[in-house]
């Protein structure tokens, strides 16, 4: 891809400048991608991606949950007589109290995010995945806000219900997506990262659920206390965007470019392959083990497939 052409390409030639920038029509469309999907599998994440949560506290809520045996100091009002009366014993009737819950999204939009080999570069996946989960979350009644950010700035939006709400989030994602460009001065901020997660903190409260969408380029000792004080109440859960470039990387060379400078790199080498993959798992787990001491979740998706039909098959949800 011919990077010198992006910002002309894109003004006069919107369509060919697919996978390097998204649009909020492209966002709006994961609304009705959305209607039919379950975030309830039979997997540990179930409680985190439901948009709603049980409470351990029984009363008198919205759902009926279970009729069980009279237990000395059950709230007589809540006894079953017809069901007393067929049994011969008293029975009660068990309600789930049920809340709505407040969902954050995190956007990574930092110009490390500004690259892809394949159907897209890794910002338009994290725009992709911020849409689809943002729609959902309103689905289901549930409020939603975010903290986007680039290398110079973070955009704040507090959660409210209603697409209304989402739009203003996507709006401000699309915003900052389209400020990237491949021959900009500007270094990358490693350190913005966490920058956005002391302004979430700012904005969380308690049993809220925290999205972090970002392929974690500068993940250090200061990222993991930030995430576990935003876990310490609320459920975390962390998508990473990655490319199979540096997964599995194809044995042709690739042009590589930090803005700034540009180089070849020989992946028809074996050893440089091996290289570049072992740096990316190692990557990945120091990534994964800190997520995973905090009992947070951490959905992988890359730039090649479908973001939806990716997070339908990391959750056991059937594909279309």
Known sequence: MDWSRVKRVKAEHPEETQGVYTSLEELIRFQFLTRDFSFLPSQPVQSILAGRYASHLRGRGLNFEELRKYLVGDDVRMIDWKVTARTRSPYVRVYTEEKDRSVLVLCDQRINMFWGTRERLKSVTAAQAVALASWRATAVGDRVGAVIFNDEAVIKHRPK???????QVLDSVVKMNHQLH?????????????EALKQALKMVTHDMLVVVVSDFYGVDKTTEKLVAKLAQHNDVLGILVTDPVREAPSEQRVTASDGTLQ???????KAVRDMVAESYREERRQITHFMRKLSAPLLEISNE??????????LGVPTR
């Open 161 to 167: 219900r209603g697409q209304q709400g989402v739009m």
């Open 263 to 269: 180089a070849e790199l020989p992946f028809e080498r």
């Open 305 to 314: 497939g479908d973001v939806v039909n990716q997070v339908r098959k990391l």
């Open 182 to 194: 491949a021959n900009t001065e500007l270094q990358s901020n490693d350190g913005m990262l966490n």
